[in-house]
């Protein structure tokens, strides 16, 4: 079952614009990573926040975590059409053993 | 060098037939993982290790069958192929000690059973 869900399911923009990823989860966690896709490739972790963090930061990534709504947001500033690419939350799974459930994905298109 | 590689990364079978993708890591970590991906279904967890006599069922592990022959080394094999089996596979790695943590994840296989 999924865990995580991303919305929008895709998501086009032009460059220079900022780009905004919702995901929802279902039970409690104790952290939340984002991950991205470029075509037909693995997966590259961006970041990681924490049950106790409320917003992250790192370069042009911005993430935030409201445990109340069970969400957290991937924000990417001043985009880029190298930002191209698939973007997929992932939570623990259950008893936190270190497997990850990962959501549909949100796929973004930056035109330059 | 990449630090997760699968082999191969490309490949075309019948029904029927058995097959077997690799993956090695250099990380060193203890943790490996096989995930499918399909169009439109995100990743989906098909098996996972912790340590090599640590063997377990992901959420979509009937038709496949793992070995994992050392720490370094997880096998995924398909012992008679069917067409829905059709789908992009990644392995991936983490550090066990770091608790549930980043995973780093294989180039990836395509597998087109026909």
């Known amino acids: 079952s999924q865990q995580g869900e991303e919305d929008p399911q895709a998501l086009s923009i032009q460059e220079g614009e900022n780009a905004t990823m919702n995901c929802s989860y279902k039970t409690s966690i104790n952290n939340l990573q984002w991950y991205r896709q470029n075509s037909g490739r693995g997966l590259v972790h961006l970041i990681l926040i924490r049950s106790n963090e409320r917003e992250k930061h790192s370069g042009r990534l911005r993430v935030t975590l409201d445990t109340s709504k069970k969400s957290s947001s991937l924000l990417i500033t001043a985009s880029r059409a190298a930002d191209t690419a698939s973007y997929f939350c992932?939570?623990?799974?259950?008893?936190?053993?270190?497997?990850?459930?990962f959501g549909q994905g949100t796929t973004l298109q930056v035109k330059p | 060098d990449a630090d997760v590689t699968q082999t191969p990364r490309n490949r075309i079978t019948k029904t029927g037939k058995r097959i077997m993708l690799e993956c090695s890591q250099t990380?060193?970590?203890?943790?490996m993982y096989w995930y499918r991906q399909d169009p439109g279904l995100g990743l989906r967890l098909i098996y996972y290790s912790f340590d090599v006599k640590d063997i377990n069922k992901g959420e979509i592990s009937d038709g496949y069958s793992v070995s994992r022959q050392a720490q370094a080394k997880f096998s995924l094999s398909l012992e008679s192929a069917i067409p829905n089996q059709t789908a992009l596979y990644f392995c991936?790695?983490?550090?066990?000690?770091?608790?549930?943590?980043?995973?780093?994840f294989g180039p990836g296989t395509r597998l087109t059973v026909l």
């Open positions: 991936a790695t983490s550090d066990g000690k770091r608790g549930p943590g980043e995973q780093f």
């Open positions: 990380k060193g970590h203890d943790r």
């Open positions: 992932a939570t623990p799974g259950s008893s936190n053993t270190g497997k990850l459930i």
